[in-house]
């Protein structure tokens, strides 16, 4: 197996179940790990693409599980480039520089700590860590919780703190921002268009630092380009998919596959996968 993700993942719990590890494409297994990833994004392009969010709470942990959390962010951040590009075209007349700046200045600052306990921390506890993480999210995005308090530059770089830091750590980055914008009166344009540009910015800095901290490697990447296609055809059938049911409908079937996914890779689980 290539020394870039083997490093990234001390075991493969499924190894023996299905697959078949002597076929190799660009030198990566299409064993069981490979198949379950691929099974998530796809679910994950659908989710996303019927709800607007989520791909990040299902791949993070399946990733985390199959192939180590230092390879699923390269992957997140792989598979979600492409498709941006032109919602980022279309929104980015409609941003409010004067929400977005001081966020992204939040995530610049803390995203290299996140990434740096990506780098050093512990397989398994980054693994407890993202699950939780992922778990109090979906329950404040079930409930419908958004941030009422003060609207500064000091709260939104501290929004963008707890993004960056959650983003290089866990793959998590979405949920403070999306809590914190949730609220503005501003419509949900103005709230789509922010995050499409937040999440570009913030892809560039993250690519940058896991970059510096030797995380993005080639075979990162190179499983991210495979598994791409099977996101983009989740995207599509997700986006068929919209408009055959209330938003709050769309919300509850993402969030509950979102729970489900943290919940079945806990590490806890482990020894149950064999």
Not at 5 to 33: E, K, Q, W, Y
Not at 71 to 86: E, F, G, N, Q
Request: one cysteine or more.
């Amino acid at each position: 197996m290539p020394s870039g993700i083997r490093h990234a993942m001390p075991r493969r719990p499924f190894s023996c179940a299905f697959g078949n590890p002597s076929v190799t494409v660009f030198g990566i297994p299409l064993d069981a790990a490979f198949i379950t990833l691929l099974a998530a994004i796809a679910v994950a392009g659908v989710v996303r693409g019927f709800s607007g969010f989520g791909s990040g709470m299902i791949v993070g942990p399946v990733g985390a599980m199959t192939f180590g959390p230092q390879v699923a962010i390269v992957v997140l951040l792989v598979i979600d480039t492409l498709p941006m590009v032109p919602l980022i075209v279309s929104s980015a007349r409609k941003v409010s520089m004067r929400e977005l700046l001081p966020v992204v200045a939040g995530y610049g600052l803390l995203v290299p700590i996140g990434i740096w306990i990506l780098k050093t921390g512990d397989t398994t506890m980054l693994r407890w860590s993202m699950s939780t993480v992922i778990l109090i999210a979906a329950v404040l995005l079930w409930s419908g919780w958004c941030y009422r308090g003060p609207r500064n530059v000091a709260v939104r770089l501290g929004v963008g703190g707890m993004s960056g830091f959650l983003g290089g750590a866990c793959a998590v980055a979405g949920p403070p921002v999306i809590l914190y914008w949730m609220a503005l009166s501003t419509g949900a344009g103005l709230v789509r268009a922010n995050l499409l540009i937040y999440f570009a910015i913030t892809q560039l800095l993250s690519g940058t630092g896991l970059l510096v901290a030797g995380i993005l490697t080639k075979q990162s990447i190179l499983l991210g380009a495979l598994c791409t296609p099977a996101y983009l055809a989740g995207l599509l059938v997700g986006a068929r998919l919209f408009g055959f049911a209330s938003d709050k409908a769309y919300r509850r079937v993402a969030l509950t596959i979102v729970i489900a996914a943290a919940i079945l890779t806990l590490p806890a689980l482990d020894a149950l996968r064999g």
